[in-house]
């Protein structure tokens, strides 16, 4: 459904069942970034942060404030497990607040990469 590259020059890959069945499922996804795919591509390719996560070794959060244009106050994270140093599928995709934003996403590896701008 999406390629993306990272800023690492990293290939994530976002399937479309994984958005369909898993992201905007209404009991057990995180509907809220319907029809905010191209925001999802931005995040992986121009991060505001991405951090490792600390549930999953292989797996970074992909961080970005302010993208999606109905919530600008929150950011939107974007999980991805990577299977090499140069390819990596999203798992998910959630809007979060500041205070939330570090949930489940710190301990092994902190911050990999930041840019404030």
Known sequence: ???MIDPSGAKIKLARETWEK????PLTGHPEPRGYEKCVKWT???PGLIVQSSRVPTAKV?????VVPIQPRL??????????DKYGEV??????RSEDLFQ????IGGIIYGRLK
């Open 22 to 25: 898993h992201v905007l499922d």
């Open 44 to 46: 992986v390719e121009s």
């Open 1 to 3: 459904m999406l390629d």
């Open 75 to 84: 950011y939107l994270k974007v999980p991805v497990n990577f299977y090499d």
């Open 104 to 107: 489940g996403t710190t301990g």
């Open 91 to 96: 798992s998910t995709v959630m809007l979060t």
């Open 62 to 66: 992909y961080l970005k404030l302010g």
